[in-house]
């Protein structure tokens, strides 16, 4: 019973496809128009263990400027209700192999079983062609004095636009999908699921708690007053996932990435069984944060931070004298 109540959701689940900020619908065949009106250029990265390959796509007749597109294609990990779907639907196949006792299928699931995870981001910059482009990556040591003199040049001329973080601030979209607020201006914050997330499985929980304050680029802007605003996000935070998900806060990882792609201080919420390709070395636990503050509360003002850097990046450049 529970079952196919679930599976009726599912099936009467309004077919949305998130789109970075808009939503696009599909039409009653279930067909996305808007991917056919692009055309493959080429693939920028794939990853064969997590089921992604991001290709560089650009707009046909489109008399704009820049045509570029980023699209990333995701198929989704499966769910416990999926893999039991297999078992009590008659879904087409074919037989790849029997021998004995080995059988092996090829099994064409129907919907809502059939899915694959689309993010486009059109018009896509030059920046973000090189964020989701395969890259050498390197370590660098980065001091305040380089934060200031380098770091910020850097965020200043090439940052990317920050404003699908303000239409979420502002409720202008994804207003249905925030999890918790706190609206107070200086400590408060919104927790939303991640654009990475399909909000299926929890195990793959991906959630970002974005401040309210704007003032914030990232973690280097962090001194002991911000202590209560950071510990109001992880509180808060936790108590709404635990609450809304059913997942305990020791499962749960709480991180900053250093360097950011976007410099509005966010906090990101991880599943601990969520492995994520790309840069663990990235991750920079909020615990510890908060800890380094209580010690000193000027303690990212000062330290040397280690990051890692790719090499089609301008940071790169500007740090590439480091190396000599
Ligand atoms: P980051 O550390 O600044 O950059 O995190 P990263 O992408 O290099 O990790 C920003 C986070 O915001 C990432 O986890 C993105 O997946 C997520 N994100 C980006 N956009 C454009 C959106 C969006 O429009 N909506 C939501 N909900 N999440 C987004």
Redesign the pocket.
């Known amino acids: 019973m529970a079952e196919s109540t679930q599976a009726n959701k599912m099936e009467d689940r309004q077919q949305v496809i998130e789109v970075?900020?808009k939503k696009i619908k599909l039409d009653s065949n279930g067909t996305l128009n808007i991917l056919n009106t692009f055309e493959f250029v080429k693939v920028l990265n794939e990853n064969n263990l997590s089921k992604l390959m991001i290709i560089q796509a650009v707009k046909k007749d489109e008399t704009r400027e820049n045509k570029n597109a980023v699209i990333i294609f995701e198929k989704p990990h499966f769910g416990l209700e999926e893999v039991k779907s297999f078992l009590q639907i008659d879904n087409p196949y074919d037989i790849d192999l029997q021998n004995d006792i080995y059988n092996k299928f090829c099994l064409y699931p129907l919907r809502p079983y059939n899915n694959v995870q689309v993010q486009l981001i059109y018009p896509a910059t030059e920046q973000h062609i090189q964020?989701y482009s395969m890259q050498e990556f390197f370590f660098v040591k980065e001091s305040f004095e380089d934060y200031q003199n380098l770091t910020l040049k850097f965020i200043n001329e090439t940052q990317l636009n920050l404003k699908?973080v303000y239409n979420?601030l502002e409720h202008k979209t994804?207003s249905e999908?925030i999890i918790f607020e706190d609206p107070d201006p200086q400590n408060g914050f919104i927790l939303?699921?991640?654009?990475?997330w399909d909000c299926k499985v929890v195990d793959n929980l991906?959630v970002?708690a974005i401040v309210h304050q704007k003032d914030l680029l990232s973690l280097r802007n962090l001194t002991g007053e911000h202590i209560g605003l950071l510990e109001n996000v992880r509180d808060k935070s936790l108590r709404a996932l635990e609450e809304k998900f059913d997942v305990k806060k020791e499962k749960l990882r709480a991180y900053f990435?250093y360097q950011?792609?976007?410099y509005h201080l966010?906090v990101?919420f991880t599943h601990i069984k969520n492995q994520m390709p790309?840069m663990p070395e990235?991750n920079i636990q909020l615990n510890q944060v908060l800890e380094n503050l209580r010690i000193d509360s000027s303690y990212y003002q000062k330290v040397t931070m280690e990051m890692a850097v790719k090499k089609n990046d301008k940071l790169y450049d500007l740090f590439k004298h480091k190396f000599d």
Do not use: A, C, Q, V
């Open positions: 970075e900020t964020k699908w979420i994804e999908r939303l699921p991640d654009m990475k991906y970002l990435h950011p792609s976007f966010h990101h790309g990235r």
